[in-house]
């Protein structure tokens, strides 16, 4: 039984999100929790003290959050009713990467499903705020499925890879399992921008190999001189269904000069994008 938070405004496009996490998932025995978080539109001394329960005073926002996961789940029932599917909701008093990172704990969160912002008459996919924020905070892997993409399934998985840091099995699971669901191919890009592998990248790519060895899979290296860009004009020329990174953390040095690369491709990638949190440390790892 797999755990899905899926985080919800109440909007269109939370609304495809959901339509595609029920499609994605649908052969797939599943615990869905539809999230909605709230805080007032200006903070009173009975909410500082235990939240909206102790006031005594109505509150607009509870009404509205809890209406509207009523609404939804009413929606996805009358719409899919998947009989391997269980949907549960939860109303939060709480900013939204707070409560998540406690569901995360409370409720062992597989994955998180999480749509993007539009922003209209532009082609480009421009991440809302929050999903920025879920994803550079979270500590499970989150997928983000553009506004308006519709369910297409995945037999083409693009995951792009540095091979600086060193690969465990469990971070990878999600993407792994996404692949065997499908039955779909991983193409593991790098991109090269001017040197050759050190001696412990090899070994990481190496290991990667060994990880991804029970399903089909094939290494592509190509050049480019800035990664983001390359990634984007890569998916131009080929297609594919869902791309796969890794949300690696970059020096304090290089935080300070320029955006980190996950944000920078999640502006423009148009396909469902599948973060995984990076939990290794820049070392390199020897095979046994």
Not at 161 to 169: E, F, G, T
Not at 252 to 268: A, I, L, N, Y
Request: proline residues 4%.
């Amino acid at each position: 039984m797999k755990t899905i938070l899926i985080p919800t405004d109440f909007s269109k496009n939370a609304w495809n999100t959901i339509a595609y996490a029920m499609e994605f998932l649908k052969e797939e025995r599943c615990t869905f929790y539809f999230l909605h978080t709230y805080t007032p539109a200006f903070y009173r001394m009975d909410y500082i003290i235990g939240g909206p329960e102790f006031s005594a005073i109505p509150d607009k926002g509870v009404d509205d959050s809890v209406q509207g996961l009523e609404r939804t789940l009413e929606a996805v029932k009358a719409k899919f009713n998947n009989p391997k599917h269980i949907y549960k909701t939860i109303s939060a008093f709480n900013e939204l990467t707070d409560e998540i990172s406690d569901l995360n704990i409370k409720k062992d969160i597989d994955l998180i499903i999480m749509g993007t912002q539009g922003a209209s008459g532009v082609k480009e996919i421009f991440l809302g705020t929050n999903t920025v924020h879920v994803i550079r905070k979270s500590k499970v892997p989150v997928l983000v499925i553009p506004s308006g993409y519709s369910y297409q399934g995945i037999k083409h998985v693009l995951f792009t890879a540095d091979y600086i840091s060193d690969y465990d099995r469990n971070q990878l699971y999600v993407a792994i399992e996404i692949a065997k669901m499908y039955d779909a191919e991983i193409t593991v890009l790098h991109i090269k921008e001017e040197y050759d592998l050190t001696k412990a990248q090899e070994e990481n790519k190496a290991l990667l190999g060994l990880y991804l060895a029970q399903i089909p899979h094939v290494f592509k290296e190509e050049r480019g001189t800035y990664m983001p860009e390359a990634i984007i004009d890569y998916l131009d020329r080929n297609d594919y269904e869902l791309l796969v990174m890794m949300n690696r953390k970059h020096s304090f040095f290089e935080r300070m000069m320029k955006r980190q690369h996950v944000d920078q491709v999640g502006f423009h990638v148009q396909i469902p994008f599948l973060v995984i949190p990076d939990v290794t440390k820049n070392t390199k790892k020897s095979l046994q």
